[in-house]
């Protein structure tokens, strides 16, 4: 792998693992951008073309399993961007180097700073080599992308009595809502998520309390 991000132009590599507490203007939230698209690209028209006998709701959920912020920080790990990120000494005192939405977001920049060097054909080898295992798992038939489930197997096991969901707020016309969801642990609000239906605002509340406690 890190043969692959030699690949990758000096400038361009400098720019992906430049995180915006340095204060340099060139930092890599554009990249980010570009990346976190590509990766999603990438994944889609590999389950297009492998998977055809999987509906679009099922694409999508594995597609998010794969792409969701604790896969790529694991991925980012395996790459060692910790240690190359970087960060101002602020951020580094709080455990920057560590955090998931940090490497999450190095390793997006990493592939977008890959794709305008090398082009598409070598990104797309890059990113289902470092993907292979998450979507392997993903695709099996008996994998449930379940937040809501893991969160209460994760709680249960720790011995929490009270697990709650309450929407606090929905805006827009009865045909496209969107609906606000607390998650509360023991009286403790943990996380909130919005979707396009209570459902939806709930698993993604579950997903970023899952997201806090690796990060904890």
């Known amino acids: 792998m890190d043969g692959q991000l030699k690949r990758i132009s000096p400038q361009l590599y400098k720019e992906a693992v430049t995180h915006s507490s340095t204060g340099e203007e060139l930092h890599n939230e554009r990249l980010e951008f570009l990346g976190d698209a590509v990766l999603d690209m990438i994944i889609s028209e590999w389950l297009y073309l492998h998977k055809d006998s999987l509906s679009e709701g099922r694409m999508s959920q594995i597609r998010a399993a794969v792409v969701r912020e604790e896969s790529l920080a694991l991925a980012a790990e395996g790459l060692d961007l910790g240690s190359k990120v970087r960060i101002s000494k602020g951020e580094e005192k709080s455990g920057g180097r560590q955090r998931p939405s940090l490497l999450a977001d190095t390793l997006e920049a990493v592939i977008a700073a890959m794709y305008l060097t090398a082009g598409l054909e070598e990104t797309r080898n890059f990113v289902l080599s470092l993907f292979a295992e998450p979507l392997q798992r993903a695709c099996a038939d008996n994998f449930v992308c379940d937040y809501k489930s893991e969160f209460q197997e994760k709680m249960q096991a720790a011995g929490v009595e009270s697990i709650d969901y309450?929407?606090?707020?929905?805006?827009?016309?009865?045909?496209?809502?969107?609906?606000?969801?607390?998650?509360?642990?023991?009286?403790?609000?943990?996380?909130?998520?919005?979707?396009?239906?209570?459902?939806?605002?709930?698993?993604?509340?579950?997903?970023?309390?899952?997201?806090?406690?690796l990060s904890d």
């Open 166 to 213: 309450s929407v606090t707020r929905d805006a827009g016309p009865d045909h496209n809502k969107t609906f606000w969801v607390e998650l509360t642990v023991d009286g403790k609000v943990l996380a909130s998520g919005s979707g396009k239906t209570k459902k939806q605002a709930e698993q993604e509340a579950a997903r970023k309390a899952l997201c806090n406690r």
